[in-house]
């Protein structure tokens, strides 16, 4: 399941594919990954996008709105505020810290 949701981080994954890939009722799916992670799957997938962003951050090679459509958010103000909840800084701010 990880390695599906590793290799579709830009793509809109739904509780209900995933639920299917494991051949579990969407209910069941959810109780079973929380009690695995730690976390609702929709919480991890963020947090697996917010980290790949990091690394994209790190390379400079794209810009913070490119990066955001890289990792799965169909905007940049989502990008922002999701990436400020998990860090507590911008995009932008993150990269600067970096130089």
Known sequence: MTQYIEEHLADEISILSLAGLA???PYHFSRTFKQSFGMP?????????IERAKILLAEHKLSVTEIGFDVGFSET?????AFRKYTGETPTNYRRSLA
């Open 23 to 25: 051949q579990l009722s």
């Open 41 to 49: 799957p929709h919480q991890y997938l963020t947090s697996r996008r």
């Open 77 to 81: 103000s989502s990008f922002t505020a």
